[in-house]
């Protein structure tokens, strides 16, 4: 499979760079417009359907039906207009062409890669592939962009919907995405602290974390480990949690000091009685 991995990739890049080079400068220039019109029409759709019904698929369906509308009307734009494609067909032109048709090709295999080594055959196929090495780096790039943006797609990671389940697969979900880096700064369970966010990290294959890090405590944890972020995850306070389970810890980057949350939680203002 890694080698199927490998032959898609080299697949996505060869035909990028054929298509440009038959179609030409101008068209290719024509194509990066629909690609950059198409993203930024469908996340704009998404956004504003997904808030006005609450619904992963009415935000998904217009982000097809905006995109697909973007990519059919920049061609019906062209045509009306008149404009002359043959000024781009010159041999200096479909050089230029086949250039814009290599990055077309590898942003296509680094959105590809990232996506199926999360399950499936691409989980074990990705980390063997010669080529899908490179393009895992890129896994974190979608997390920053989607915080940059503030859109609410669901998390491409699974994670448990409980603390209570941390660790066990068969218990993961796809939830609702978590704009993490706007939970710098949230208070550290241990120490109260304000703690850094480190950023998203690859850990196995393409899978992905949050990363914080205490900067008085070194605690570090996935968010769960804050006040604010334990909230933002589970939906439930630490202390309430603590209380039933003994001291925690984080099971992503684990401490190997699990410790009771400290003081009064910041945003209910629970506390745990203290132990002894």
Partial sequence: ??????????????????????????LAL?????IIGGILAGFAAYSFF??????????????????L???????????LLRLDPAWGRTAAGRVAAGIIGLVIG????????????????????VPRSVLARSFMQTAPALYYVADA???????????????EDEGRAEQAALVERINYSRLNGSTCIECRARVHFDGYLRRVGVSVSPKFTCPRCDRRSDGCQTFEGFHKMYGRCPADVSEA??????????????????????????????RY
């Fill in 1 to 26: 499979m890694a080698l199927l991995t490998d032959a898609l990739i080299i697949l996505f890049v060869g035909l990028g760079v054929l298509a440009e080079v038959r179609r030409g400068l101008f």
């Fill in 30 to 34: 024509s194509d990066i417009v629909r």
């Fill in 50 to 67: 997904h808030r006005l019904f609450h619904s992963y698929t009415a935000g998904f369906v217009a982000l097809a039906v905006a995109a």
């Fill in 69 to 79: 509308a973007v990519v059919m009307l920049v061609p019906a734009t062209l045509r």
């Fill in 106 to 125: 590898l942003l296509i295999a680094a959105v590809f890669v990232p996506v199926i080594g999360r399950g499936g055959w691409g989980r074990e196929a």
């Fill in 149 to 163: 943006l503030n859109l609410d797609f669901p998390m491409l990671n699974a994670r448990a919907i409980r603390f």
């Fill in 245 to 274: 389970l003994g001291p925690i810890d984080c099971g992503v980057w684990p401490n190997d000091r699990p410790v009771y949350p400290k003081g009064i939680c910041p945003i209910d203002g629970k506390v745990i009685a203290p």
